[in-house]
């Protein structure tokens, strides 16, 4: 009989690709939009956010919580103020409703600054307070995001390029089965190219399950 060829497996830590150079291998569930945003967009919305005050997590980056607050230090969920998302996220909702992209009504946000080389480990945004669609807005510099499935042979990691006014989005399987990471580094290498970090800034937008809510109100 003929041998049998099977399709080389992609390496664990792979190299920074596009969306164009690595789209049959995301998982089901994950959506990207480049040029998402305009530059204008992009411009006020870089101005609305650093209008504001930011919260310093220990030995790493920059954050801003609107809607409710996820406390890193007790790993559970803190109502805020106002319990609204702030009026200059208005237009970016009423985009991603309008296009259809996240047609949901979200009411969490968190917006990171990453600086240098800083990142996020890896990680699922938590099942138990949040429901399943996330989406993720990109801001300012690059970086690549690494997705992994949590299980052994359910996939292959991918080194997605993030770029400035794009979008993700996650459901399904890419939301609930596999991980998401920014890895720690100065840049970002392709297999003809590099990225150099600058500051980024994104803006991940989540729906609260409706028990989380519940328990914010009995607080």
Same mark, same amino acid.
């Given at each position: 009989p003929p041998p049998v060829r099977h399709q080389p497996r992609r390496p664990q830590f792979p190299l920074t690709e596009h969306y164009s150079e690595c789209q049959d291998y995301l998982p089901q569930g994950a959506r990207y939009y480049p040029s998402f945003l305009s530059v204008a967009e992009e411009a006020r919305l870089l101005r609305e956010i650093d209008s504001r005050e930011w919260s310093s997590l220990p030995g790493s980056r920059r954050t801003q919580q609107y809607g409710a607050l996820f406390n890193y230090s007790t790993q559970r969920l803190e109502s805020l103020p106002s319990s609204q998302l702030p009026p200059f996220l208005a237009s970016v909702v009423h985009q991603l409703q309008q296009t259809g992209a996240f047609p949901h009504i979200p009411d969490q946000t968190i917006i990171n600054e990453y600086v240098d080389d800083q990142g996020i480990a890896p990680h699922v945004d938590?099942?138990?307070?949040?429901?399943?669609? $996330?989406?993720? $807005?990109? !801001?300012?510099?690059? @970086?690549?995001?690494? !997705?992994?499935?949590?299980?052994?042979?359910?996939?292959? @990691?991918? @080194?997605?390029? !993030?770029?400035?006014?794009?979008?993700?989005?996650?459901?399904?399987?890419?939301?609930?089965?596999w991980q998401h990471s920014i890895p720690k580094r100065p840049l970002d290498i392709g297999k003809n190219r590099q990225w150099p970090r600058t500051r980024r800034v994104s803006i991940t937008i989540r729906v609260l399950k409706p028990s989380a809510k519940a328990m914010l109100r009995s607080h």
């Open positions: 938590k099942r138990l307070f949040f429901e399943d669609h $996330i989406c993720t $807005i990109s !801001l300012g510099g690059t @970086a690549a995001l690494l !997705l992994a499935p949590l299980t052994p042979n359910a996939g292959d @990691a991918v @080194a997605l390029l !993030l770029e400035p006014r794009s979008l993700l989005t996650l459901e399904g399987p890419a939301r609930t089965s």
